[in-house]
C-alpha cells in the first residue's frame, strides 16, 4: 500500500429499498477518503451510489455523498462558521 493513514468512524443509518444509508465521519482529511473507506474490501466493502472511480454509477445518478455539516474557522477573522444541511436524498 501506498497510501497515507486515514481514518474514519460509520454507521447504518437507515436501510430501505435495497439501499443502506450510513453516516461517515471522516477523523483524518485525505482525499477522497470517504469514497475508498466505502468501496475497499478491507472497509465498508460497498462503493457509494454514484462513485464512477471507485464503484459504478447507474444512467444519470449521482454520487450519493453529502456533506451534511461542517465547520471551520475564518481565516481573516477567526470567528467559527457551522454549516448545517441535511441530504436532499
Known amino acids: 500500500m501506498h497510501g497515507k ?7 447504518v443509518v437507515t436501510r ?3 439501499r ?8 483524518t ?3 477522497h477518503q470517504l469514497r475508498v473507506h466505502a468501496a475497499h474490501p478491507h472497509g465498508i466493502g460497498a462503493p457509494i451510489a454514484g462513485d464512477r472511480l471507485y464503484g459504478r454509477a447507474g444512467d444519470g ?11 471551520f ?17
Do not use: S
Request: charged letters at 25%.
Open 20 to 27: 443502506t444509508r450510513v453516516a461517515l465521519v471522516p477523523r
Open 61 to 71: 445518478e449521482r454520487l450519493a455523498l453529502h456533506a451534511e455539516a461542517l465547520a
Open 16 to 18: 430501505e429499498a435495497g
Open 73 to 89: 474557522r475564518h481565516p481573516h477573522t477567526g470567528e467559527r462558521i457551522e454549516i448545517v444541511r441535511p441530504a436532499p436524498f
Open 29 to 31: 482529511g485525505r482525499t
Open 5 to 11: 493513514p486515514a481514518l474514519t468512524e460509520w454507521h
